[in-house]
């Protein structure tokens, strides 16, 4: 396709003849739409509409641009776009002769402006009726047909409008809810380990005046710190021991303590060996400070274990929670370009890591992840939106236990996901129905029945992928295919 030489400023379609031209009554009654029309009214939209051409690459209309039109596209190809927060969706892209847009619905008084925008993806021919052309026709010749409508498509926009944020809420208040609970863990731990630090710190310059009150001379005071800045370093390679070899090496070190007359040793041991301080290395600090400072040394040495794994510890926490907040920014992609390439390996963890503290303690998750695939063009955030509704259905299937399982991989030139889980299956039945609007297998009130058509939107409309799903009680999948090459997508929206 030939882009507009200036997207900047989307003007009227470029005409390729500025001659009227009409259709007769017969070439009217061709079209799908009116082969229903008596001659009267086929007359009349003779009379009232003309032709219009509109060169490849050129915008018929532009959405939010006044509603002057109502187009049937008679040869040629179009795409419908609509442009979301500043993010071009596309709805439809079609060569279906007869297929119509515009001002569809200036017969209803609602519109005023385009909803939409088209653009020809080829040299295209059109048969248009002004907007309100189109109303007098619609309202004076289906009267009955008026009333119907008007409920049918007014109720429709406000139920689809209340549902919609409905779900979207709950999904937020869900998300939100595990992330709160997964970052209440990690701050929590790193409280604690400040308020015993504080401790340890003052316990640690009271030990520190015992020892320097004059029974060490300078030559042993700076042995006994070089020792200590031996057991930080012994502290940051220490490995964890298994329970048995741990409580080995504490019965050892305790019994090491009790001979030299250092009490309470079976406490401090834990700390020591935790540490990775030995006997044979305590040996040493006995050689620096000798028989009497024995004790007043190794409970200061032993702060310096327990502050070093105090530290350790709030460090894991922050580590914990930033971790938590990068998973959270890369499931949101608020501070990314709507669609940029992306790992989608990435973006399933980023759910999975959302999803973290609603997973039953029974279901176990398994990912098989082909880490050769390249990465692809995409709108990220969507995609996240995808693997949620998948994965929440897949959590819902199982209950409190089962498998589930998120597997990425290739299939000619495309890229797969599949979400698969253990669950009791979707009903033979059922399943040509799932991905509907408001269709739900859940009770009343527990599903609004949007999670999976918004997901196929997605993936079809939007990245001309695919989505699929085969199902037997104990293995239902769900697999999304995604094309690897950059979706060709519209020209940007035009400026109001």
Known sequence: MTPPPDRSTPAAPERLTAEPERLTPGQLRTLFLFEALDADQLAWLAAHGRVERVAAGAAVYAEGAPATCFYVLLTGAVRLYRTVHGDEVEINRTDQRGVYGGATQSYLDDQEVYRNSMWAIADAEFFVLPAESFAHAVRSWFPMAMHLLEGLFIGMRNTQTVVGERERLLALGALSAGLTHELNNPASAAVRATEALRDRFAAMRHKLATIADGRLDGRRLHALVALQEEAVERVGRARPLSPLAASDAEDELTDWLDERGVTGGWELAPTLVSGGLDAAWLERVGAAV??????????????????ELLLREITDAATRISGLVGAAKQYSQLDRAPYQVVDVHELLDATLVMFRAKLPA??????????????????????????????????????????????????????????????????????????????????????????????YRIVVNKHHGDIRVTSAPGNTVFRVLLPTTPVPGPPPAPAA
């Open 290 to 307: 000798g028989a009497d400072g024995l004790e007043p040394a190794v409970r200061w040495l032993a702060y310096t274990v327990d502050t």
């Open 362 to 455: 029974g279901v176990r998750v398994v990912r098989e992840y082909d880490r050769s695939l390249p990465p692809i063009p995409a709108y990220a955030a969507e995609l996240n939106q995808v693997w949620t509704n998948l994965i929440d259905n897949a959590l819902g299937a199982m209950g409190d236990e089962g498998t589930l399982t998120v597997r990425t991989g290739r299939v000619d030139d495309l890229l797969t996901v599949e979400v698969a889980d253990t669950g009791a299956g979707i009903p033979a039945q059922v399943r040509p129905r799932i991905f509907e609007p408001f269709f739900t297998t859940k009770p009343v009130g527990e599903g609004t029945g949007l999670g999976l058509d918004i997901s």
